[in-house]
Structure formats: C-alpha cells, structure tokens
C-alpha cells in the first residue's frame, strides 16, 4: 500500500472520527490529550479516541488521573509540547524590563483569571506592578472593565501568533494562576 504518511498525529483529541478512520486504514494514529475542555460532548468525543488510538500522548501523567483513563496507560507516552528556542527568547534582560506582571491564555476560572482580578483589585494602585493581560473568554468583560479602572492594568485583548515573543519580552514575570493545568 502505497501512502503519503506513515504516521498521524491528532490535535484536539476530541476528533475521534478522524482517528478512527486512519486506524482503519492501519496507520498509526497518535492523540495528544490535553485537559478536558468546558463542552462535554467534546469530553465525550475525546473519550471515544482513547480506545481507538494507538498511541496516547499526555505532557504528565495527571492528565490520565484528570480523564480517569489509567486503564489506556498501556499505550501512554509522556511528551511536552516545547518551546521553539530559535523563535522565542529574551531581547532584554530582566532587571532592565519594566516591573510587568503578565498573563496570556483563555480567560475562565478554570484558569484562575477569576483570582487574578481579585488580587489585583487588593493591591494598592499606587505601589502597584504593571499588568499586561492577554486573551479571550467567559471573563473577557471583567478583566476589560478592570483595565478601565486602573491605570496599572492593560487588557490587550487576544494576542496573534506573532505578536507573543513582543508579549513575552515586555513583562518581567509571567504568572499562570491555575486551578488545573497539565503538568
């Protein structure tokens, strides 16, 4: 048989169809599972690539824990999602950088972007860090609101691909203030 690929690796994992029509062609099917999303028939979806998949790949084994899915470690491999070194890295050192406190991601509770208004609201404006914010969801309104407050805190709304390294060289310290992640 003849085919343009020996292998597929499949991203988001709740595309379960795909990998069950590649695992009847007989080519290896690969699903990187990350943690579970806010719509439970993606859950669903997702749960119904584990048994059809050859390989699962997880960043550590919390994830199987987070799924209940230890009954698939057979066919678990543990692999990070990396850093592209050559794309990202620090323009200017950290002691020169203004003091910017930073968060990029989805903004949701499950993300704990709830806690981080919270504590920001509890600092004084005054004595305060910067604080650069990134991203789109549930609490998009709030941490707009909370920017229109404070003159400390700037909402920048979604950030593109090729705006990240600029993001990331701006702030000093990045914070993921998470419930749940991962690793």
């Not at 084994?61 to 470690?73: G, N």
């Not at 890295?89 to 993300?111: A, H, M």
């Not at 404006?125 to 920017?147: A, D, H």
Request: contains cysteine; glycine residues 6%; charged residues 25%.
């Amino acid at each position: 048989m003849n085919r343009p690929f020996d292998h597929v690796f499949v991203r988001p994992s709740e595309f379960f169809i795909a990998v069950a029509g590649y695992r009847f062609c007989r080519i290896p099917t690969h699903v990187i599972v990350t943690q579970p999303r806010r719509h439970r028939r993606h859950n669903l979806a997702t749960k119904f690539s584990f048994p059809a998949a050859t390989t699962l790949i997880v960043e550590s084994s919390s994830v199987l824990d987070i799924w209940d899915a230890h009954r698939w470690s057979y066919k678990t491999k543990i692999g990070g999602t990396y850093v592209d070194s050559d794309q990202f890295f620090p323009e200017q050192d950290f002691n020169t950088r203004n003091k910017t406190v930073g968060y990029l991601g989805i903004l949701d509770e499950r993300k704990g972007v709830d806690r981080l208004i919270y504590a920001i609201e509890m600092i004084d404006e005054t004595t305060s860090p910067n604080f650069k914010i990134g991203g789109s969801g549930p609490l998009e309104e709030s941490i707009e609101s909370l920017s229109n407050k404070r003159d400390d805190v700037e909402y920048l709304g979604f950030v593109p691909d090729q705006q990240l390294r600029d993001f990331y060289n701006s702030i000093r310290l990045l914070i993921l203030p998470s419930k749940s992640e991962g690793l």
